[in-house]
């Protein structure tokens, strides 16, 4: 079972950046495909970004074209790189296996202020 650490959250202002990390315990990393997922209050945990083992990525439109997953194998970790960030993407950012896993860290909190 792998374990997930995120960080890098914060408070921005609307259009700022932000860049998330995840670091995955386990040998396995470089065969997993992995996403990023963020629940605002009282909303669903939605998928917004997915990286598959090989490293194609596929997006939720709501972040397309300012949301970037990678990964680097060697660090056994996963990054988000959140640009013109809007008060919309508040929330608190999770990493996790795609499809998720049952297993979730104590994610990351991200602020938009308008």
């Known amino acids: 079972q792998v374990q997930l650490v995120e960080s890098g959250g914060g408070l921005v202002q609307a259009g700022g950046s932000l860049r998330l990390s995840c670091a995955v315990s386990?040998?396995?990393?470089?065969?997993?495909?992995m996403g990023w997922y963020r629940q605002a209050p009282g909303k669903q945990r939605d998928l917004v970004a997915g990286?598959?083992?090989?490293?194609?990525?596929n997006y939720a439109d709501s972040v397309k074209g300012r949301f970037t997953i990678s990964r680097d194998n060697a660090k056994k970790t996963v990054y988000l790189q959140m640009n013109s960030l809007k008060p919309e993407d508040t929330a608190v950012y999770y990493c996790?296996?795609?499809?998720?896993?049952?297993?979730w860290g104590q994610g990351t909190q991200v602020t938009v202020s308008s």
């Open positions: 990286i598959s083992s090989s490293g194609p990525t």
């Open positions: 996790n296996l795609n499809p998720a896993s049952s297993s």
């Open positions: 386990g040998s396995i990393f470089r065969l997993l495909a």
